[in-house]
């Protein structure tokens, strides 16, 4: 039987599937080396360890959640690149997981890839809210607030941290309308 040849780009791409499949607490190297159909000592060729496994699957989760949310802000601006970007944040941690939990809660210091991508992510926001009219000496903060607001609405909601007695996706657009407001009203 042939050996299975495996880069570091099929390591990363089968731990992902594992923390969509099971979380972040069943991330192991066996797991994916078995996802891999190879033996874990395979994998030590092309990460560091758990540790190195998991700063790689933060990078790559990080990076395809902001490719994500810049994909959705094309051709828009302000109320509506919000709406897109809120809708693509929530789509992303339905669909994908467990890479919206290592993308949101990393595990471990940031390296600077995943730094990077977090500026990206946070230049983003700020585009958004100038959009909607706020100055520029206001709007670092102004995406900061925003951005907050809306990945922690999510956090709740994939976590089931709300009530469902109401239709969340309501609560949702209630929260982008005050986020709205909030930045109009800020203008002034």
């Known amino acids: 039987m042939a050996k299975q040849r495996i880069d570091s780009g099929d390591v990363t791409d089968a731990a992902l599937d594992v923390l969509d499949a099971n979380g972040s607490d069943d991330l192991t190297l066996s797991k ?3 996802e891999l159909g190879v033996q874990s000592s395979a994998l030590y060729n092309h990460v560091e360890g758990l ?3 998991r700063q790689s699957v933060a990078l790559k989760a990080s990076e395809t959640l902001e490719i994500s949310l810049r994909d959705a802000a094309i051709a828009r601006s302000g ?3 919000l709406w897109a970007v809120g809708d693509s944040y929530r789509r ?3 669909e994908h997981p467990g890479q919206f939990e290592a993308a949101t809660l990393l595990f471990g210091e940031p390296t600077p890839e995943i ?4 500026t990206s992510i ?3 926001f700020v585009r958004i809210v100038e959009g909607i009219g706020v100055t520029e000496d206001r709007a670092l903060d102004d995406a900061r607030a925003v ?5 922690g609405f999510v956090i709740l909601d994939v976590t089931r941290g709300f009530d ?3 239709d969340v996706d309501d609560s949702f657009d209630h929260l982008l309308e005050l986020l709205v407001r909030g930045l109009k009203d800020d203008r002034s």
Do not use: C
């Open 32 to 34: 994916v080396a078995s």
């Open 51 to 53: 540790s190195g496994l």
């Open 79 to 81: 109320r509506d690149a």
């Open 92 to 94: 992303f941690a339905a």
């Open 115 to 118: 730094t990077e991508t977090i």
């Open 122 to 124: 946070t230049e983003l």
């Open 147 to 151: 951005h907050s607001a809306i990945r």
């Open 164 to 166: 469902r007695s109401a």
